[in-house]
């Protein structure tokens, strides 16, 4: 059975940090490109970073310099640290996975709510 599963989020002071982790489980063929996603409702999904197999990474212009993402392909776990968070953080977080003959899997998602 497939499984990604996503855990860290939750309620955060605006400049607070947070880090978020992903687990995935039974993914059949090789795992490629890893990622981070947000989703507010009533939103666009939007990418947040993304991390290949080798490490090359990407992230979208609103968090560059202030989240980092890791991976480690021993355990099949991705990571997002986020630092100096605002308000416009809060989203739902959901980690996606990809494979080789190019499937794609999702979590359900871990909230970030950034209030004070």
């Known amino acids: 059975q497939v499984k990604v599963v996503e855990s860290g989020g939750g309620l955060v002071q605006p400049g607070g940090s947070l880090r978020l982790s992903c687990t995935a489980s039974?993914?059949?063929?090789?795992?490629?490109?890893m990622g981070w996603f947000r989703q507010i409702p009533g939103k666009q999904r939007e990418l947040v970073a993304q991390?290949?197999?080798?490490?090359?990474?990407d992230y979208t212009d609103s968090v560059k310099g202030r989240f980092t993402i890791s991976r480690d392909n021993s355990k099949k776990m991705v990571f997002l640290q986020m630092s100096s968070l605002k308000p416009e953080d809060t989203a739902l977080y959901l980690c996606?996975?990809?494979?080789?003959?190019?499937?794609?899997?999702w979590g359900q998602g871990t909230q970030v709510t950034v209030s004070s």
């Open positions: 996606n996975v990809n494979n080789s003959f190019l499937e794609t899997y």
């Open positions: 039974d993914i059949p063929f090789r795992i490629t490109d």
């Open positions: 991390i290949t197999s080798i490490g090359t990474t």
